[in-house]
């Protein structure tokens, strides 16, 4: 019996093509956090190794997000974790270790398990460089 057929056997439903009505709020995610810089490298096309701009790179250095608990009671945040931010300019006014915020970002969720953002950008701008107020 095929897996499709398994679950429609237990009361469940397959559709297809939700994925183009599912939304990520990028900005309210973004709300609570502080971003800072790791890396800046060029943004190329996986198959044509074209430019396609820059990636911003940062780590999560500080999460106040409140999340809800998971079904153990388990609390979990995403402090130390990375984002990349694609920006499709030649270059941003940023470097490592400076606080910054993105412009316009778009986040699109991907993986198999939906736990990856792919972010777009117009641009990420410095609020503090190398910790100190910009």
Known sequence: MSRRC????KGLLLMYNLKPFQVFQTEKFLKDKELTVTNIKPWQDYDSKETLGVKVEVAITK???VYPAGRDGTVMTNLFEKLTFKVAKNSVD????????PVHPVATIYGDYQNQLSITADDVVAVKADGAKK
């Open 6 to 9: 398994k679950l429609i056997e």
């Open 63 to 65: 999460d106040e997000t």
């Open 94 to 101: 940023v470097k490592a270790n400076d606080i910054v915020t």
